[in-house]
T-cell receptor, first 114, second 113 residues
Framework: EAAVTQSPRNKVAVTGGKVTLSCNQT?????MYWYRQDTGHGLRLIHY?????STEKGDIPDGYKASRPSQENFSLILELATPSQTSVYFC???????WGVGRYFGAGTRLSVL | GDSVTQKQGQVTLSEDDFLFINCTYS??????LFWYVQYPGQGPQLLLK?????NKGISRGFEATYDKGTTSFHLQKASVQESDSAVYFC????????????FGIGTRVLVRP
């Protein structure tokens, strides 16, 4: 069964600290995505990737970096976390059968930056 | 820029009621349109995809029709159950933008038993 696994599920960080959110997919999908979800905004795309070694900026990339070391893994990195980055983060994977967009989403990571 | 509008923040229904969620979009080209459903504590799930080629999507009793004339993509279901309580997101993707989705803010559907 297709799966996207995010870790950690919950994270509390301090302002100015470094945070890494991890995502693993077993779907063998080329495309992977990072979104954040905030009330009143729906889901907004931060970074995405077309395959290992590739990262692309989404609609709100400022303050975030991404890394795709392999087909299965896609990380989101907050080098200097700020309280405005408190949110729920979702990773997704997809391929051309679904027009490449995110078909399977992880369960989310709730991040609080204090 | 490209946008998706869901004006209904919350819809409250009773079981067996008809569900209709309004979604309109604005783009300069013809998009592919999607509905996602998010249950409490979970990530979104792809519910429907509709392109200009097929104009209509049907899944799990839900139906959405692509109306280019009114640039709308409403979601409907004839008879809802309590298990349909969730947040529903309309989203669009443009060929020129690659595989990026633009989401609406979501409509929370609460179905009372």
């Amino acid at each position: 069964e297709a799966a996207v696994t995010q870790s950690p599920r919950n994270k509390v960080a301090v302002t100015g600290g470094k945070v890494t959110l991890s995502c693993n997919q077993t779907n063998n999908h080329n495309n992977m995505y990072w979104y954040r979800q905030d009330t009143g905004h729906g889901l907004r795309l931060i970074h995405y990737s077309y395959g290992a070694g590739s990262t692309e900026k989404g609609d709100i990339p400022d303050g975030y970096k991404a890394s795709r070391p392999s087909q299965e893994n896609f990380s989101l990195i907050l080098e200097l976390a700020t309280p405005s980055q408190t949110s729920v983060y979702f990773c997704a994977s997809g391929d051309a059968r679904d027009w490449g967009v995110g078909r399977y989403f992880g369960a989310g990571t709730r991040l609080s930056v204090l | 820029g490209d946008s998706v509008t869901q004006k209904q923040g919350q819809v409250t229904l009773s079981e067996d009621d008809f569900l209709f969620i309004n979604c309109t979009y604005s783009t300069t080209t013809y998009p592919t349109l999607f509905w996602y459903v998010q249950y409490p504590g979970q990530g979104p799930q792809l519910l429907l995809k509709v392109t200009t080629a097929n104009n209509k999507g049907i899944s799990r009793g839900f139906e959405a029709t692509y109306d280019k004339g009114t640039t709308s993509f409403h979601l409907q279901k004839a008879s809802v159950q309590e298990s349909d309580s969730a947040v529903y997101f309309c989203a669009l993707a443009l060929n020129s933008a690659g595989n990026k989705l633009t989401f609406g803010i979501g409509t929370r559907v609460l179905v009372r038993p």
